[in-house]
């Protein structure tokens, strides 16, 4: 074999390696993409009307099942107008709230939602 054929050789062989590295990086990636991670990031929850929204960075929730007093305030045991705890990012679709008081709200992404469904007064 000349010494350029072993050139040639040796870069396609590398080459190949690089392509396949790239390959297997993008599957991972897109794996990724498919099922993001869960993660908790602290919020103060709006609890003024009562717990049936929620907005984090650019999606809107709303609560599996809404809490009120019956008159449009929170339950008992639910600081007005905000309840500081932490919401769980469990999916792209699904969040949960929890609290220091042992408050635990289950919410849904509402896709497409450019505000929330019902303004407070």
Not at 13 to 32: F, H, Y
Not at 65 to 73: I, K
Not at 84 to 93: D, N, P, R
């Amino acid at each position: 074999m000349t010494e350029r054929a072993g050139t040639i050789i040796f870069a396609l062989t590398l080459a190949a390696g690089v392509l396949t590295g790239c390959s297997q990086a993008d599957e991972g990636a897109d794996a990724a993409r498919a099922t993001p991670s869960v993660r908790t990031i602290p919020i103060n929850l709006y609890t003024h009307c009562g717990i049936g929204e929620a907005h984090i960075g650019s999606t809107y929730y709303e609560a599996e099942t809404p809490l009120t007093d019956g008159n449009g305030n929170p339950p008992e045991g639910w600081d007005n107008p905000f309840q500081h705890g932490t919401m769980t990012l469990k999916t792209e679709t699904e969040a949960v709230f929890t609290d220091d008081a042992g408050h635990e709200v289950k919410f849904r992404a509402r896709p497409g939602a450019s505000g929330f469904k019902r303004i407070c007064s």
